[in-house]
């Protein structure tokens, strides 16, 4: 069946580090992808998507390309910031289908 | 308006108790979604009501009943629950089961059983 897999976290960095959260995943058809962003004590928030491959998706800094040929949506931002620190989830839903298949979430802290 | 909104945000039942969380959206979604989520995990879906009809139960016990009595509301009733069914439980809405379209979260209600 379909699954995705991210990154192990915590993920540490210090202020304005570069960021990558890795995300794989695999598919019998063509989904669309997506990254979440849940910060303490809230529900999750779309940071971006991207509906075909080569697609780039970008919201607040944050960018992922969507890479058929690798089956990879990893997340970047050039400059982390510490309030970007928050649990990241990659997803994917199948066309025509309502069920997302969220990976595990990747928490990020980014220290001052 | 682009948001969902879950009350109450935090409940405390005992296992013979019956409470209700309550879901509202007024984006015109006629999409609409129930989702458990334990500490450090990835949401997990339990219902799916589209166009206000269940259209997917992810063989949920029934102890949790949905209901949509129109199309900007979701309940969840609550009868009978298990200490092990504390969790933050998620309402979400999209435009349609279009793959285009993400999901607008509400911020949870979390529930503890004692």
């Known amino acids: 069946g379909d699954s995705v897999t991210q990154m192990e976290g915590p993920v540490t960095l210090s202020e304005e580090a570069f960021l990558t959260i890795n995300c794989t995943y695999t598919?019998?058809?063509?989904?669309?992808l997506f990254w979440y962003v849940q910060y303490p004590g809230e529900g999750l928030q779309l940071l971006l998507k991207a509906t075909k491959a080569d697609d780039k998706g970008s919201n607040k800094g944050f960018e992922a390309t969507y890479r058929k040929e690798t089956t990879s949506f990893h997340l970047e931002k050039g400059s982390v910031q510490v309030s970007d620190s928050a649990v990241y989830f990659c997803a994917l839903v199948e066309p025509g289908t309502y069920k997302y298949i969220f990976g595990t979430g990747t928490r990020l802290k980014v220290l001052a | 308006d682009t948001e969902v909104t879950q009350t109450p945000k935090h409940l405390v039942m005992g296992m013979t108790n019956k409470k209700s969380l309550k879901c509202e959206q007024h984006m015109g979604h006629r999409a609409m979604y129930w989702y458990k989520q334990k500490a450090k995990k990835p949401p997990e879906l339990m219902f799916v009501y589209s166009y206000e009809k269940l259209s997917i139960n992810e063989s949920v016990p029934s102890r949790f009943s949905p209901e949509c009595p129109n199309s900007s509301l979701l309940n969840l009733h609550l009868h009978a629950l298990q200490p092990e069914d504390s969790a933050l439980y998620l309402c979400?809405?999209?435009?349609?089961?279009?793959?285009?379209?993400?999901?607008?979260f509400g911020s949870g209600t979390r529930l503890t059983v004692v």
């Open positions: 979400a809405s999209s435009q349609g089961a279009d793959r285009a379209y993400g999901y607008t």
């Open positions: 598919a019998t058809g063509y989904p669309s």
